[in-house]
């Protein structure tokens, strides 16, 4: 099967960096999936999300995206077709106003007016971000801002959408509510992501596949659905930690309250393993 994203054997040091910040970075990523970058501070997440979308040049291996390989004479074929969103949306955000900020690559690319006042419009509704379309970035919330970030890197139709820690800074609510907006757009476009987090449990409820980088090195990928069930191989290879519903039934499955081997990760799942428990019981 071919992937949008290959990586081979990758490295990776900044110019400062005594040291290889990413080693050996291998992966593949399917087109249209969601996949999740697990890594605590300091591991690379932010470093690897760039050399992605061609921000930094690696030094050893190959990346490919959508089968052209990322060197410097490609870069700028690669920045089209990967759309990053940063971690701080103030660093992202450079103009005065919403409008201002969405229009400038759109002129860049020679749209005329009404084109780029159409297109606007268009991401503008489907990010939700319509009322605020002609405020100054100043007068945002942060999680505006986030949108207005997320609007601003899809505004060219990248294939590939990157996106370092969107949740982070936002409220419980605002968090679901932005992933569910990055899930329903890459359904709807059919767009391949990668998004960075520390938080297990929007890793669980989000993704289709898991890496987890650790000292700039992959150890250990899989799909969400086996990953995250492995509670050993989060714990001792990857420092990580079940996510709480997981960790919830794990202990419960140890004491024998639930006599089930598949592990249920998100609250849904445990609905569901609760419910076929009762029917089971009232079956008897
Ligand atoms: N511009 C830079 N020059 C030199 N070293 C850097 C630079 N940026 C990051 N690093 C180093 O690279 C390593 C990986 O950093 P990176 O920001 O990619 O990690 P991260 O997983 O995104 O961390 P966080 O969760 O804190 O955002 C760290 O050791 C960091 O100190
Ligand atoms: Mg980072």
Redesign the pocket.
Known sequence: MSHIIEVRDMWF?????EDW??REINMDVEEGSIVALL????????????VLSGIFIHQRGTVKICGIELDRKNVKKIRELVGLVL?DPETHLLMPTVREELSIPLIARGLDQKEIDERIMEIAKLVGIESIVDKSIDELSFGQKKRVSIASALILEPKILLL??PTLGLDPIGCIRLMDLVKDIAKRKNMTVIF?T?DIDIAALYSDYVYV?RE?RIVARGPRDVLLRDAYTLREKCGLRLTRIGHLFEIAMMKGLIDEDVLPITISEAVRLLEKIKNIIKAR
């Open positions: 040091k900044y110019r400062a960096s910040v990413l890594g605590v501070n300091g591991s690379g997440k932010t470093t690897l999300l760039k971690q370092d820690e960075s520390q980088i700039g």
